[in-house]
């Protein structure tokens, strides 16, 4: 069995959407070891240190980190990944305002346990919270998924980059478009990654405003140009909740 930890960066607005995400954990067909989470004050007159203590009373496998001045997403990953809280196998990135398949865990164990990959991503679809938005009751909803097979679960580890807008690359697969039969991007989410501990500890996410909102992206991109070692799971994995704000 493959050990993963979860880090997650919240801006305190995003505190009440993650607890119902740390709340769906105990539904999960494999849980993750340990959640380490680094929230950062911006929007909100809150107390963080009690939020935090709140919080890991509430989940033992919860760990906080409590930035005390505004801090990018970036900031808050790196303070995660500092060598005394995470000795995992894995490392898993997530967003703090989205809800995870509860199939999650049991998918990654599965993959890495054939492939042994230093990276994995998966899909995303933006129909899941367009759908939400119409129907409230369908966010953070163990409903919007399906139910998967884990012998029927496609992946592709072949990628070429093409450059695009912003000096930003996106990921292609010949047999990705081959089977969707379409020339698009593979639809993966930068921003919800698993990683090799050793990755995290060897690389850290930039930081600065001009940064904030793609340095997920860039973060997927440089790990992949430097380890070239990634499976992308062609399966929706998130129900992923446009923010409009940054961490």
Request: with cysteine; charged share 25%.
């Amino acid at each position: 069995m493959v050990s993963f930890t979860v880090v997650i960066a919240c801006v305190d607005k995003h505190i009440k959407l993650m607890e119902q995400t740390l709340e769906s954990i105990e539904k999960y067909t494999i849980k993750p070891d340990k959640v380490i989470v680094s929230m950062s004050p911006r929007y909100l007159d809150l107390n963080l240190h009690d939020e935090s203590r709140r919080l890991e009373g509430k989940f033992p496998f919860l760990k906080c980190l409590v930035q005390d001045k505004v801090t990018g997403v970036g900031g808050n990953y790196n303070k995660c990944f500092e060598d005394e809280y995470v000795d995992t196998d894995y490392v898993t990135i997530w967003g703090a305002d989205d809800f995870y398949h509860p199939q999650y865990f049991e998918i990654l164990n599965h993959i890495i346990m054939k492939h042994d990959p230093s990276i994995l991503t998966h899909s995303y679809d933006l129909h899941m919270a367009t759908e939400a938005e119409k129907n409230p009751s369908l966010a953070f909803n163990f409903d919007v998924f399906k139910k998967i097979s884990l012998d029927k679960i496609r992946t592709y580890n072949n990628f070429f980059l093409i450059k695009e807008q912003q000096d930003i690359s996106r990921f292609y697969s010949g047999e990705y478009m081959k089977f969707h039969k379409s020339k698009k991007e593979i639809a993966l989410h930068y921003g919800m990654q698993t990683l090799k501990t050793h990755i995290v500890k060897e690389n850290n996410f930039k930081v600065g405003p001009q940064y904030d909102w793609k340095s997920d992206t860039l973060y997927l991109l440089d790990a992949y140009k430097k380890y070239r070692d990634m499976i992308y799971i062609d399966e929706i994995l998130i129900q992923y909740m446009p923010s409009r704000s940054y961490a």
